[in-house]
């Protein structure tokens, strides 16, 4: 997008890839293999969005960002130069040494910070054809559940985790970061990066979904200046993978209704045509949101249908000039390509300065 004649508007973008694998190492061994369909299809979707800024959801992190690395250059073979990089080890399988889902066992996936098969599972990067400013990028990965003003940490027979547990369990299950990037006229835009823990799954007590409320309204509680780290000081837009519908799904929904909601910011609604599609299959027919809205494709018996779970929101000072979910409408271009990257879509705004 920031061409010669377009370097006023800037494309923001975020998408859950499905770049994940079973075990250390191997999203590597796929993706310089250049032979593995879903990485190649994963970039061929970023290529097809032409992003100026992105944030990848759902990859698996290394010290060396070799595997981020190999990404970018399927990007670009595929003819989206996005050269500037920035990752952080997450807090998926990060060991806590505890038993932090009361299940008598220790060292299990559960017991990791965020749940994950092993260290730096499952992570977040950013990836930009504008510089970051990594030097100046604030991780509040580390902040704890406990310290999140009106945290949900009891159950509902009124049982919160032990003292223990509350002095190590971190609030976000993946990471939480604000990452700067240099504008071409001057100035930074801040990415305000978090994928939240789905709201199912784990212990019976419903951890999982007060979690996830916790973890959307932790951003709320940010920009409300509401929280021991002060808010970013500039333009900002907030990204990544809430997993999190505010109409659908089994998730206390009311947390990203709130931060929809919330004065500073906008939600552009971006929508598909896809999404359109889907939305008369299966349990999305009983679903109250708009189906053109949806980010994710669970459609299958045992699934909650599809969903509107991932999100770029620019903050309200922000004039946005375009949105919109990478979900082609079945038979035209790219639609068999999108679905074989990933279940989520890739969500892009376009933002004039």
């Known amino acids: 997008m920031l061409g010669a004649e377009e370097a006023r508007t800037l494309r923001v973008a975020t998408f859950s890839a499905g770049l994940a694998r079973r075990g250390p190492g191997l999203l590597l061994r796929d993706l310089q293999g250049g032979r593995d369909a879903q990485a190649l299809a994963a970039a061929r979707v970023v290529a097809a969005a032409r992003p100026d800024v992105l944030l990848l959801t759902d990859i698996d992190w290394d010290h060396g960002q070799a595997a981020l690395a190999a990404f970018a250059a399927l990007v670009a073979a595929e003819g989206l130069a996005l050269p500037h990089r920035f990752a952080l080890r997450p807090n998926r399988g990060m060991a806590t040494g505890l038993d932090l889902d009361g299940d008598g066992r220790r060292g299990t996936p559960d017991d990791a910070q965020g749940w994950a098969p092993f260290a730096g599972a499952k992570g977040m990067a950013v990836l930009s054809a504008l510089p970051l400013a990594a030097e100046a990028a604030r991780d509040f990965s580390a902040f704890l559940w406990r310290d999140l003003p009106g945290a949900l940490l009891a159950g509902p027979d009124g049982a919160a985790p032990s003292e223990p547990v509350l002095a190590v369990q971190r609030l976000a299950t993946t990471a939480a970061w604000d990452v700067p990037v240099a504008l071409p006229g001057g100035g930074r835009l801040h990415l305000l990066a978090f994928h939240a823990g789905p709201p199912v ?6 951890r999982n979904r007060r979690r ?6 932790f951003w709320r509680l940010l920009l409300d200046g509401a929280l021991p780290v002060p808010p970013p000081a500039g333009p ?14 089994a998730g206390m929904r009311a947390a990203i209704a709130a931060l929809l909601a919330h004065p500073a910011l906008q939600d552009p609604r971006p929508a598909s045509p896809g999404g359109a599609a889907a ?41 946005v000039v375009g949105a919109g979910v990478l979900w082609p409408a079945p038979g035209e271009a790219l639609a068999e390509t999108v679905a074989a990257a990933s279940r989520h879509r890739l969500v892009w705004v376009d ?3």
């Open 351 to 353: 933002i004039a300065f």
């Open 279 to 319: 939305g008369a299959r299966g349990r999305n027919a009983a679903h109250r949101g708009d189906p053109a809205r949806d980010t994710a494709q669970w459609d299958g018996p045992r699934q909650p249908g599809n969903l509107r779970v991932d999100y770029v929101l620019p903050a309200a000072g922000l004039r």
């Open 212 to 217: 996830n409320h916790d973890e959307v309204t």
């Open 236 to 249: 900002f837009v907030l990204l990544g993978t809430a997993n999190l519908d505010p109409e659908d799904g």
């Open 201 to 206: 799954f784990g212990p019976p007590d419903g």
